[in-house]
């Protein structure tokens, strides 16, 4: 290394101070890079995954009220709500699995 041993004070010691800065420098920016993704990706989390989660539960609580419905229309032959009941928890389940499908 014959240029370092020529090189004056000054340059010598801005050369060491030097390497630690630019690797300060990478880590910040891998850093702030790293965060950007991380907040990118806790949207997309926010935004498509948790409503995906939200209508699959309101899928789940359709298909319950229809199977509830429907097993009262069985049990009483006679009774009209419960036949609406089965009709309008269906029509909300088709709802929520069009909705769904569509994501």
Known sequence: MGWYDNAGIRSKI???A???ILGLAALLYFGVS????LSEDFEHFV???QEES???YQL???ALQAGHALRN???DSTDQIAYDQTLASMDEFEAT???LRSM
Not at 34 to 37: E, I, K, L, S, V
């Open 14 to 16: 801005l050369l060491i």
């Open 18 to 20: 030097l390497i630690p």
């Open 34 to 37: 790293g965060n950007r993704q």
């Open 47 to 49: 935004d498509v995954e």
């Open 54 to 56: 939200i209508l699959l």
């Open 60 to 62: 789940h609580t359709s």
């Open 73 to 75: 229309a069985i049990l």
């Open 97 to 99: 699995l069009k909705k």
